[in-house]
T-cell receptor, first 113, second 110 residues
Framework: EAGVAQSPRYKIIEKRQSVAFWCNPI?????LYWYQQILGQGPKLLIQ????????DSQLPKDRFSAERLKGVDSTLKIQPAKLEDSAVYLC???????????FGPGTRLLVL | KNEVEQSPQNLTAQEGEFITINCSYS?????LHWLQQHPGGGIVSLFM???GKKKHGRLIATINIQEKHSSLHITASHPRDSAVYIC????????????FGKGTSLLVTP
């Protein structure tokens, strides 16, 4: 069974630029999560989708971050414009249903200069 | 103050030693997760607990709901166990979201 795929693996941008990350969850998984993990911290949930609907985006900085899962399968997370403090690993995870075991992708490491 | 506290923050052990990592939380929970994160970022879910004890190979996870405390034990530790171990809780108050601790960085030396 293929795992959660993410791309790119690494991205370096300058502040005020835009960046987008892509996630393809495990086939059949209805729930998809985007997390931000700053160095030395645990992951922080940015947004959770159930199929193509948003379940929780309370910690998503909506002035600069957006995410979509239009067809209920893969998802994109965008930052526009990026700030220095957005430097982090962005992790995507999926689960068969909400509150079941989450399977994590390898993450995208973002560096904002 | 984070709702999930882990100790120790860093741990170095010699191969073969018995290792314990602790997690304390301050809210009522519906489930507690232990996860392993290797260098490079990949996270693997080890256990999901709501009571008692679970064992998988050399890993044992226990939880005491009354004391709001969980431990992850590694028996006969091996250098390949070197990773960051993260505790996360799911609270009815936070809906479906997991609240993560900062992680315990474990290094097992030969």
């Amino acid at each position: 069974e293929a795992g959660v795929a993410q791309s790119p693996r690494y991205k370096i941008i300058e502040k005020r630029q835009s960046v987008a990350f892509w996630c393809n969850p495990i086939s059949g998984h209805a729930t998809l999560y985007w997390y931000q993990q700053i160095l030395g911290q645990g992951p922080k949930l940015l947004i959770q989708f159930q199929n193509n609907g948003v379940v929780d985006d309370s910690q998503l900085p909506k002035d600069r971050f957006s995410a979509e899962r239009l067809k209920g399968v893969d998802s994109t997370l965008k930052i526009q414009p990026a700030k220095l403090e957005d430097s982090a690993v962005y992790l995507c995870a999926s689960s068969l249903r909400t509150r079941e075991t989450q399977y994590f992708g390898p993450g995208t490491r973002l560096l904002v200069l | 103050k984070n709702e999930v506290e882990q100790s120790p923050q860093n741990l170095t052990a010699q191969e073969g030693e018995f290792i314990t990592i602790n997690c304390s939380y301050s809210v009522g929970i519906s489930a507690l997760h232990w996860l392993q994160q290797h260098p490079g970022g990949g996270i693997v879910s080890l256990f999901m607990l709501s009571s008692g004890k679970k064992k998988h190979g050399r890993l044992i996870a226990t939880i005491n709901i009354q004391e709001k405390h969980s431990s992850l034990h590694i028996t006969a530790s091996h250098p390949r166990d070197s990773a960051v171990y993260i505790c996360a809780v799911r609270s009815p108050n936070s809906g479906y979201a997991l609240n993560f601790g900062k992680g315990t960085s474990l290094l097992v030396t030969p």
